[in-house]
């Protein structure tokens, strides 16, 4: 079993900032890429961020310049720091990650909810 676990979110007026974190945990070899994703209420989920086990990162073009994505193999963790926030941010932020014990998987965390007020 695998588990990916996120934190951060929370209530923050336009131009603040947090820090979201997901920590993976669990029959884990190998974690490979791993992003974040987030869903607006009557929208589809979008990619906000992802980044390789190398450190190779991809942005959305709405969030570059403003937020910036991390990760500490060693912890198995990644991070998504958001700076700059914009109501249009407000959504729930589900963090993503490939992992391989024998096979490799996609897995989904529960979410986080986001809320940016103006």
């Known amino acids: 079993q695998v588990q990916l676990v996120e934190s951060g979110g929370g209530l923050v007026q336009a131009g603040g900032s947090l820090r979201l974190s997901c920590v993976a945990s669990g029959r884990i070899r190998w974690v490979h890429a791993m992003g974040w994703y987030r869903q607006a209420p009557g929208k589809q989920r979008e990619l906000v961020a992802a980044?390789?086990?190398?450190?190779?990162?991809n942005y959305a073009d709405s969030v570059k310049g403003r937020i910036s994505i991390s990760r500490d193999n060693a912890k198995n963790t990644v991070y998504l720091q958001m700076n700059s926030l914009k109501p249009e941010d407000t959504a729930v932020y589900y963090c993503?990650?490939?992992?391989?014990?024998?096979?490799?998987?996609?897995?989904w965390g529960q979410g986080t909810r986001v809320t940016v007020s103006s």
């Open positions: 993503n990650a490939d992992i391989q014990y024998s096979v490799t998987r996609s897995y």
């Open positions: 980044i390789t086990s190398g450190g190779t990162t």
